[in-house]
């Protein structure tokens, strides 16, 4: 098994590692969803986003980017879903990262939840091709229920 560090998004230094591993899906998974560094710059300095709650990196043995995660949450008043969208190195599939953050995504909308006093869930929307085209997974943060 292999040896995952997460962390937290910490600025500008993060941006080229995670526009390299997107792009590198995207050379895999050919879905049309490159991206650059400036275009990352741009979204994460979005005043909706929260980059130290919002943003999660999943970091090997090596200190090499193998995961990233993004949850996308509605301002308060909006529908009460969350969004969670992530990409996994194509090297790295398979290795439980997609499960990890999964979790990671499900954590955060309870906290959403818990702040807002509301039930919050999350949908997951993978690529079309990959993983099934569009499960959804719902989470219900006050019962802590899950449902596929």
């Keep these: 098994m292999t040896t995952l560090t997460i962390r937290q998004y910490t600025g500008?230094?993060?941006?080229q590692p995670i526009a390299d591993m997107l792009n590198a899906c995207e050379a895999f998974d050919r879905l049309d969803e490159g991206t650059s560094v400036d275009e990352l710059r741009f979204e994460f300095a979005q005043p909706s986003l929260d980059t130290a709650r919002?943003?999660?990196l999943w970091?090997?043995?090596?200190?090499e980017l193998v995961?990233?995660?993004q949850m996308i949450i509605p301002e308060?008043?909006?529908a009460q879903d969350g969004f969670l969208w992530f990409r996994?190195?194509?090297?790295s599939r398979g290795d439980d990262i997609e499960s990890q953050i999964i979790a990671w995504g499900e954590e955060r909308m309870r906290e959403v939840g818990q702040e807002r006093g509301a039930c919050e869930r999350i949908r997951r929307r993978p690529p079309r091709g990959v993983d099934g085209g569009g499960r959804r997974i719902a989470q219900a943060a006050r019962s802590g229920e899950r449902f596929i």
């Design 88 to 91: 996994v190195h194509p090297n």
């Design 76 to 78: 308060l008043g909006a």
């Design 67 to 69: 995961g990233f995660g």
């Design 12 to 15: 500008e230094t993060d941006l």
């Design 59 to 63: 970091e090997d043995g090596d200190g």
């Design 54 to 56: 919002d943003l999660r």
